[in-house]
């Protein structure tokens, strides 16, 4: 849950302030943000499954974004697109959660219908049997 109410707060945050981010900063910006998206991502999917760790959220979310900006930054240097490996993995890791986050909404929305039809269900034949 805190993970969306982040994730909310920062697309309106998003929206609304007035940033600029200069072009020899947006690749390292850009992989830094996908990197964070997949550590929100794995947040929702770890809160779905009932084993969301705040601290394994903040560390992976402030761990991967650096490590992505320094690798975009060390093949800037190098002149090899090394940066692609963080999108290629974060980018396949973001597609995996968000099935799996499905999957599970999907799972749940079947049970709470099939335990609200064995509930009225369940009253029909108690009031039958009055």
Known sequence: MIAVIG???GIILGF???VN???KLSPYMSVAILACL??????????LSKNFQP???ISGFFGNALLAAALAYLG???????YM??????GGR????FAIIRRLLLEEFKNRRKNRTKSVTDNKEENDIK
């Open 76 to 82: 800037d240097k190098l002149g090899i697109p090394i």
């Open 94 to 97: 973001i597609f995996d959660n």
């Open 16 to 18: 609304v302030l007035d």
């Open 85 to 90: 490996a963080a999108v290629i993995v974060f």
């Open 38 to 47: 997949d550590s929100v991502f794995g947040a929702i999917r770890g809160n």
């Open 55 to 57: 601290d394994i959220f």
């Open 7 to 9: 994730l909310l707060i």
């Open 21 to 23: 981010i200069s072009d």
